[in-house]
């Protein structure tokens, strides 16, 4: 909503002269639809989820390797607001073996981290979520290029950061202005 927008709702004058609202609805999230993509950082390497190590990394991919899927085809769950919100809320989830896997943020020793946890994402979210995160443009030069904010800690967006041989999932803080490749992310259709 812009500065110069007024939102008006109906009001009920009730006995003792209080005042009640007529269908405001509270700030809760519905999913909407699922796209089914694979996730590439600046460097053309997929995100592949690993949960028996606990880790999520983007590497580089055979085509042989991709056809698989294993870890590295997500669903990634978009949300109906009833509140407006910087950026359109998704969720990501994603498939190993016969086992379904969500991606949430917790806090482990005053450090955030992402984790993948067995289960399926909500159909409906009452309020505050560590599922959740706010889909961007990148930069408005970069149209097909996404960076995703967490929801429940402004500033903090998923990216990916060197650690040995791997390049790990990771949330890194950002000031507002700042353009960080390793938070540049592209959706693509896996390619059959």
């Known amino acids: ?29 519905c999913k909407d639809k699922t796209l089914h993509r694979v996730l590439r950082n600046v460097n053309s390497q997929l995100l592949v989820v690993r949960p028996d190590l606990n880790v999520a990394a983007f590497e580089n991919v055979t085509d042989q390797e991709m056809q698989s899927g294993k870890g590295m085809l997500f ?39 992402i ?23 990148f930069t408005s030069c970069c149209p097909n290029a996404f960076k995703f904010e967490y929801s429940m800690e402004r ?7 060197e650690e040995g041989s791997l390049r790990k999932l990771i949330l890194k803080k950002l000031s507002k202005d700042e353009v960080d490749e390793t938070m540049k992310m592209s959706l693509q259709v896996r390619s059959e």
């Open 115 to 137: 984790r993948f946890k067995e289960g399926e994402v909500p159909k409906e979210i009452p309020g505050e979520s560590n599922i959740i995160f706010f889909k961007k443009t």
């Open 75 to 113: 669903s990634i769950h978009c949300y109906k607001t009833t509140m407006p919100l910087a950026g359109l809320p998704v969720a990501f989830s994603v498939q190993v073996e016969d086992k379904s896997y969500y991606m949430c943020c917790e806090r482990e020793c005053g450090e955030m981290i």
């Open 155 to 161: 500033g903090m967006f998923l990216a990916f950061e």
């Open 1 to 29: 909503m812009n500065p110069e927008e007024i939102l008006v709702y109906a009001v009920k004058l009730g006995e003792n002269f209080c005042l009640y609202f007529d269908e405001l609805e509270c700030d809760a999230l």
